[in-house]
């Protein structure tokens, strides 16, 4: 029998999700978990770029997991753990305005801006960009990837790759808006020198504090926007010499406000969360 299901629509920027809380109802993980494809489709369920799981911690109060709506499962999301923080603190499941989330990533450490009570904003250290080659990982030898060459299909591509706890190969272009994201996405977000397949970011240098960015992500395609993308995104071109420490990332959806502290070596990431509507589905 059918087992009905409460969620919500959020989105970052535009990359949006269907959070459903397991905190607060007794709903089988795993069930929602298959159910994935079929609610984040966009025709036939509610759409989306992924189902988020609102659980329980093993060693914190609070733990993401992100479904992506390939069916593959991501280890982390920078726009979806600014929905989850609005949530979990609109929804009175905590009332601190700095937790710690679990995530297959590890644990990440949103810092709530509040207006009136309401989540406006949501700071997010990202923690250290991972760099050697094996951590992305990436085939090949031992060491750091600054823009490498990368033979796809007709092109050779130069890339950096960086890790936020998921895979980024992030390739400066100089005409970031005409770019055929869709046919070099997937062709190198499938390469076989990325075992666990790739994030792709296409990044225009507008000025070194300002970076332009669209993104193919990993188990989902285009979108329009992508958090853990934009924090590659900085560290690539600050490694590359073609930016600051602290740079705007504007994204078809919007912009994020990018820092790579020189004083910890973490990265932080501060963006919107916002919600669209709320609904019953069932499985």
Not at 117 to 131: F, S, T
Not at 176 to 199: A, D
Request: proline share 7%.
């Amino acid at each position: 029998m059918p087992i009905p299901i409460q969620f919500i629509k959020m989105h970052g920027l535009g990359n949006d999700f269907v959070i459903v809380d397991c905190m607060s109802h007794p709903y089988s993980v795993e069930q929602l978990v298959g159910a994935a494809l079929a609610l984040c489709d966009r025709h036939f369920g509610i759409g989306g770029d992924g189902l988020i799981l609102v659980m329980p911690g093993l060693k914190t109060p609070f733990r993401m997991r992100i479904i992506n709506n390939d069916g593959s499962e991501a280890e982390m999301c920078g726009n979806g753990i600014r929905c989850f923080a609005k949530y979990v603190y609109e929804r009175g499941l905590s009332r601190e305005t700095q937790f710690t989330v679990e995530t297959l990533a590890g644990p990440i450490t949103p810092v709530l801006e509040l207006e009136r009570e309401r989540v406006k904003a949501v700071r997010v250290d990202m923690g250290e960009p991972r760099l050697e080659r094996t951590q992305i990982p990436m085939e090949g030898p031992a060491g750091t990837v600054i823009d490498e060459p990368l033979t796809v299909a007709d092109r050779i591509f130069y890339l950096t790759a960086v890790s936020m706890g998921n895979p980024h190969a992030v390739i400066f272009v100089d005409d970031v808006k005409s770019f055929p994201v869709e046919r070099y996405g997937t062709l190198i977000e499938n390469h076989p020198s990325f075992p666990r397949r790739t994030n792709v970011e296409f990044v225009q240098v507008e000025a070194p504090d300002r970076l332009t960015m669209r993104v193919w992500e990993r188990g989902a395609g285009i979108t329009l926007a992508c958090g853990t993308g934009a924090c590659a995104t900085l560290v690539a071109a600050v490694l590359s010499g073609r930016a600051e420490r602290t740079a705007a990332v504007t994204l078809p959806g919007g912009p994020l406000q990018i820092t790579w502290s020189a004083e910890d070596n973490h990265v932080y990431m501060t963006g919107p969360a916002e919600e669209a509507f709320t609904g019953t589905v069932k499985i």
